[in-house]
């Protein structure tokens, strides 16, 4: 059963919302658009915030819908919601109906942790918040809730097999990121709501 929450989470993360929404409103393909990432920030870039926030809604409900859908059809086991998130995450970053080219999952992985381990999460989530506040660096936020977040786990004496996971999740968010950490490094990130 793991394993079949883990594909059914890996398709719902496959479902790319942001290139269905600015195909659908814009008749073109956000990959070829902005930063080329199929994701909220590069949607808020390509058509403004009402599309950004629809597509963040939309994704972070797919990191919830995956996770929740393993606790529906393998209630009390530890692994499946774990598998069934990270698949999602995974989908979303690889998309299987949109030739592997999606987004750097951060809203799916939002919305898993929201279900896998809200406390740290929301700590990290509000701290992530607030530099992107201060700095308008989208990936800046990313990176620290993600990477943070397994330690915020560790910290409130979550269980081992958490603070994996979150760790796992933080690793591919880094990977996902590269070229941003690349560009924050050197100061030539994008600040969001700035044209590039």
């Given at each position: 059963m793991i394993l079949v929450c883990a594909i059914l989470g890996y398709i719902i993360g496959s479902v790319s919302t942001s290139t269905l929404v600015v195909r659908w409103a814009a008749n073109t393909d956000i990959r070829q658009?902005?930063?080329?990432?199929?994701?909220a920030t590069n949607t808020l870039r390509v058509l403004g915030l009402r599309y950004a926030l629809l597509v963040l809604a939309v994704d972070i409900l797919k990191g919830m819908a995956a996770v929740g859908l393993a606790h529906a059809l393998a209630p009390g086991s530890v692994l499946a919601p774990y598998a069934a998130g990270l698949a999602a995450i995974v989908g979303h970053n690889w998309p299987v109906f949109f030739g592997f080219r999606g987004g750097k999952g951060i809203a799916t992985t939002i919305g898993v942790m929201a279900l896998v381990m809200f406390k740290p999460a929301a700590l990290t989530g509000a701290l992530a918040i607030l530099l992107v506040i201060f700095t308008r660096y989208v990936s800046l936020g990313a990176l620290t809730f993600t990477v943070l977040t397994p330690v915020a786990a560790a910290v409130f004496g979550d269980p081992w097999r958490k603070v994996a996971f979150a760790a796992i999740v933080g690793g591919l968010a880094v990977y996902r990121h590269?070229?941003?950490i690349r560009r924050l490094w050197t100061g030539q990130e994008h600040k969001v709501f700035t044209k590039m």
């Open positions: 658009h902005g930063s080329g990432n199929a994701g590269r070229q941003n």
